[in-house]
């Protein structure tokens, strides 16, 4: 079956643009995260949805930084007025319920750079 | 805030050796433990899961051991081959349902 999609796969983006990334989660996957990896780091947590509802976003940045799932499926990453600190790829992941023992599913990636 | 470090860095093996990778983590609360493979360009692949009631799990050339008192797993490779080259990530889900992961383990196995 389909995996968990991402697109754009790459995005450059002048610095002060918007920005929007989507994720396409695997079909019935309940959770929903987005991570953002920088150059030679590991994944960092950026926000966590169960259905619709986004039940933490702790690990957002910024303000700037905005995320939806407005349906329980699709979810949008928003970055507003980009900087360079945010280049980095962002990565979706989903999983099937809701519990701690539940495997993620990575989506490709997104990489963004900003000039 | 859970710590996730991975030793050493980077190897290099030849085809064919053993070899094992370290991760430790700072918080011994947790509900399980992942082992990602992640190609250049691409996404994480899961390889191996965890729980934390369990000490080990195999999956073909590859097996995972868990000791949740002392914060540390290893990923043991048997046998390696030159498509086992990839970084190898090691992750930590704790109270909340995030991951933590570590900085991976860049593996070449040279033919």
């Known amino acids: 079956g389909a995996g968990v999609s991402q697109s754009p796969r790459y995005k450059v983006a002048k610095r002060g643009q918007d920005v929007a990334l989507r994720c396409d989660p695997i079909?019935?996957?309940?959770?929903l995260f987005w991570y953002q990896q920088a150059l030679g780091q590991g994944p960092e947590f950026l926000t966590y949805?169960?259905?619709?509802?986004?039940?933490?976003k702790s690990g957002l940045p910024s303000d700037r930084f905005f995320a939806e799932r407005p349906e329980g499926s699709v979810s949008t990453l928003k970055i507003q007025r980009t900087q360079q600190e945010d280049s980095a790829v962002y990565l979706c992941?989903?999983?099937?319920?809701?519990?701690?023992?539940?495997?993620?599913?990575f989506g490709p990636g997104t990489r963004l750079t900003v000039l | 805030k859970q710590e996730v470090t991975q030793i050493p860095a980077a190897l290099s093996v030849p085809e064919g050796e053993n070899l094992v990778l370290n991760c430790s983590f700072t918080?011994?609360?947790?509900?399980?433990l992942q082992w990602f493979r992640q190609d250049p360009g691409k996404g994480l692949t899961s390889l191996l899961l965890?729980?934390?009631?369990?000490r080990e799990q195999t999956s073909g050339r590859l097996n995972a051991s868990l000791d949740k008192s002392s914060g540390r797993s290893t990923l043991y490779i048997a046998a390696s081959q030159p498509g086992d080259s990839a970084t190898y990530l090691c992750?930590?889900?704790?109270?909340?349902?995030?991951?933590?992961f570590g900085t991976g383990t860049r593996l070449t196995v040279i033919p």
């Open positions: 992941a989903s999983s099937l319920g809701t519990g701690g023992a539940d495997t993620q599913y």
């Open positions: 992750a930590v889900i704790g109270g909340a349902n995030n991951l933590f």
């Open positions: 949805f169960q259905n619709e509802a986004q039940l933490d």
């Open positions: 965890i729980q934390s009631s369990q």
């Open positions: 079909s019935g996957h309940v959770s």
């Open positions: 918080d011994s609360a947790i509900y399980n």
